[in-house]
């Protein structure tokens, strides 16, 4: 009789002590996913008000009061919910802002002005803030009780151990008083556990291993819609109603526990319910011994866990998938590539190949009708991938406009090629949002098996590098990735690790003469960069120029080849008397005049070399001065109050008109070299630089003509009125020392360089 309380109360303990942390833990990741729910419908509430959507903003509202009393029940009914419930007022006062900001935007039907947008974008920044801050708080408190939890638990199995032990010590007491203290024992102990089985969500089991007889309890049947009488006391009664594929692994589990190799048991079961659906059950158990260390008796619950799993479940579709389309996310696309490639690698004649998108009319989209038709594009364009692909075939948005499919098992280029043919004809058709119908584009860069590659991030930056040759060829249509493209790559690669490590010993400053075109005397020089390689030699800069624009490395090189030219202005005027002091010009790229210690740095170059500001000329391309016209004309701005002169280089070759010209603060225009070198074979190109030649003479701005290599066309410039010139009629780039002689040699005239 001690045995059965003792095994009575083991099992009593064990069962209130699973049936608390199954609570718990429903109610953490309830609470979790109501939050992240109230956030979705925030978002759906913005995009409904500003497309004037009232019904729909009336639809989400009714969503968003239930999610909002469903997380009010599920905290108040956690007896620990330890203070959540707090915050409870705090959203439901933010969600009441947001709703009153929707209403004064669905006034204005789908028209509302830009400071009803920015209050109504603003209160949903400030929901999600809200959410994302209440998601980190419950996921702390859960993460802190479930440790107290599994504590007590050990606790509950050692108590329950020292119970037993006490109670058989209790059998050496006189014959009397023990006979009265365990039948007292046994009452109370009977007692409570008919008050807790009856009041338990958990469905309790006993195995009797002598007899190979389970007890179930009545709620034991009941969690799997099974009657009083519709059960026997077998084990196969429980074992033909868990998933197939997990019997093995039960029994295998039951079995270490009975042989002492595991402490207790707890198991996530698949189970059959007689409404023929699965259910997903918790099964813990522990074990009871007798004096010899045999195993006696099994003893567990076992708890319906279909709602966490679905919970789980949801989270992790969260993880791994778009917010906004519903698409796989990045994270979850690259473990599907890992997969291919590990499938292709172990069988070639298994073939994948990744189509990287680019959408040619995004940002249009997102600048000019505004964020919310923008992310209404992103969902049309993946549910137009969801009704072109396969089933097997996999889309996913890494971000913004840049959307990737995996096409598994196809049958080489030529599916591929027809593929991506459909589908830039899918998504070339125009998308209906609401009041706005929006023509979008693709350009995609296709990446096959079959090239060598091992690793996800590497077929990725190649279908990258290919969609750019696609968006260069003219957009709307495709490229694959071949030897060339990934030669070329590699040698782009290392020509950017070459000129990191060369930057400041590599770099050489040439110099160009710049010259009057009635003597062909200098008046300063144009600074160009070389790169002097150690193993591939002199590199002209349109070599590197433009890879280092793209990585960032022309603001540390413009830095460079800016002091370096200013010193060697500073050390010539140190040298023998030269007459007129020359001038200095340094190009300065569109990413030098954006950085934000650009003018800082000229202020600090002209300080330490001593230079006056007008003899330095910095000069900046037509097209970098156009693209970006406001910030770049302020710190033209900031540069002209140094007293730095500032000339238009390459002018005639970008967008802008000749009107705009008395816009910035410039001194000088350099008429682009393709006017001279065809003005004398061209009468167009003649009448070009005629023009640009007289728009200096009105402006007031010096003309300086470029790519001077004949005398005939020195002097028919010079005839329609420009000043200056430069080119090889005059010199080549000269190295320091040959600029050096140059200035000491004092016959200018108009000759030809060596």
Known sequence: ML?????????LGNHLLISQST???????????????QRVISQRVVYRALWGDAQ??????????????????????????????????????????????????????????????????????????????????????????????????????????????????FIF??????????????????????????????????????????????????????????????????FNRVDTDQVDDLQERLTRLRAGHDPHLSI?????????????????AAVSRDEQGQAMRLSGSLTDISQLKAAQDELIQQAHHDRLTGLPNRERFIKELQGALRRNRDNPDDHFAVLFFDFDRFKTVNDSLGHPVGDALLISIAERFRDELRQHDIAARFGGDEFVILLNDTAGADETRLAADRLLAALALPHSLGKHTVVSTASIGVVTDGLGHTQAADVLRDADAAM???????????????????DAAVDRLRTENDLRTGLDTQLEVHYQPIVTLSDGRPVGFEALVRWNHPTRGLIAPDHFIPMAEETGLIVPLGARVLREACRQLAQWDRGPSLG????????????QLLDPGFTGLVRDVLD?????????????TETAVMENSEDIAEVMAQVRAMGVRLAMDDFGTGYSSLSCLHRFPINSVKMDRSFVRRMNRDASFAAVAQTIADLGLNLKLDIVAEGIEEPLQQERLRTMGCLYGQGYLFARPLSSEAATLYLQDGNHSARRAA
């Open 468 to 486: 750019y040759k696609a968006k260069a060829a003219g957009k709307n249509n495709h490229r694959f990735f071949d030897r060339q493209m990934h």
């Open 173 to 238: 007491e006189p014959a009397t008083r023990a006979l009265r203290n365990q039948w007292q024992a046994l009452a109370r102990s009977a007692e409570r556990m008919e008050f807790a089985i009856r009041g338990s969500r958990d469905g309790l089991w006993d195995w009797d291993l002598a007899a190979d007889r389970v007890y179930f309890s009545p709620r034991w049947k009941q969690l799997l819609g099974l009657k009083e009488q519709a059960v026997g006391d077998a084990p196969h009664e429980w």
């Open 608 to 620: 330490r070399t001593g230079l006056a500001p007008g003899r330095l000329t910095l000069e900046i």
């Open 268 to 284: 996530q079961l698949r189970m059959l319910h007689t409404d023929g659906q699965w259910r997903w059950m918790l099964c813990r």
């Open 23 to 37: 609570e718990q833990q429903l109610a953490d990741t309830a609470a979790i996913i109501l939050v992240g729910r």
């Open 56 to 169: 729909g903003v009336t639809e989400s509202r009714e969503k968003w009061r239930l999610a909002h009393e469903h997380l009010k029940n599920t905290l108040f009914n956690d007896p620990e919910h330890l203070g959540r419930g707090t915050r409870l007022n705090l959203i439901a006062s933010e969600r009441e802002r947001l709703l009153m900001a929707a209403d004064t935007a669905l006034v204005a039907n789908g028209e509302p002005t830009p400071q009803v947008s920015a209050q109504l974008r603003s209160r949903g920044h400030a929901f999600l803030d809200l959410m994302e801050d209440t998601v980190h708080s419950f996921e702390e408190i859960a993460v802190t009780r479930l440790e107290g939890l599994q504590r007590s638990e050990v606790m509950l199995l050692g108590g329950t151990l020292l119970l037993l032990l006490i109670e058989v010590l």
């Open 3 to 11: 045995a059965l309380t003792a095994v009575a109360g083991l099992a």
């Open 580 to 591: 007129r002091q020359p001038g200095i010009s340094v190009n300065c790229s569109k990413r």
